[in-house]
């Protein structure tokens, strides 16, 4: 079991930036793939980045590419997302997940464990 919990989120003006913050407890974080996530109101949560276990690998969806980065710190058991040049479309609740699945998983099925989220919102 992992107890994943985000923090970080909040209001910021469009072309500002945020850092959002993932603490994992439980078993060794390391052990999984991790990977953001978000869901506006009315839609689907879609995929936001990706990273390895080792920490050498990321995929992001195209409309982030560039402008957020993904890391990991395995020594803290924390995965960050840094989000620069924001827009309203970024505006959603952010999800941190933990994936037992090889690679770098896109599909949300695929991740075992899910934090709470924490709203991002970016205003004009």
């Known amino acids: 079991q992992v107890q994943l919990v985000e923090s970080g989120g909040g209001l910021v003006q469009a072309g500002g930036s945020l850092s959002l913050s993932c603490a994992a407890s439980?078993?060794?974080?390391?052990?999984?793939?991790m990977g953001w996530f978000r869901q506006a109101p009315g839609k689907e949560r879609e995929f936001v980045a990706a990273?390895?276990?080792?920490?050498?690998?990321?995929n992001y969806t195209p409309s982030v590419k560039d402008r957020f980065t993904i890391s990991r710190d395995n020594a803290k058991a924390t995965v960050y997302l840094r989000m620069n040049r924001l827009q309203p479309e970024d505006t959603a609740v952010y999800y941190c997940?933990?994936?037992?699945?090889?690679?770098?998983?896109?599909?949300?099925?695929?991740?075992?464990?899910w934090g709470q989220g924490t709203q991002v919102t970016v205003s004009l």
């Open positions: 990273i390895r276990r080792s920490g050498q690998g990321t």
């Open positions: 997940a933990a994936s037992t699945g090889i690679g770098l998983p896109t599909n949300p099925r695929l991740y075992n464990y």
């Open positions: 439980g078993r060794t974080a390391s052990n999984y793939a």
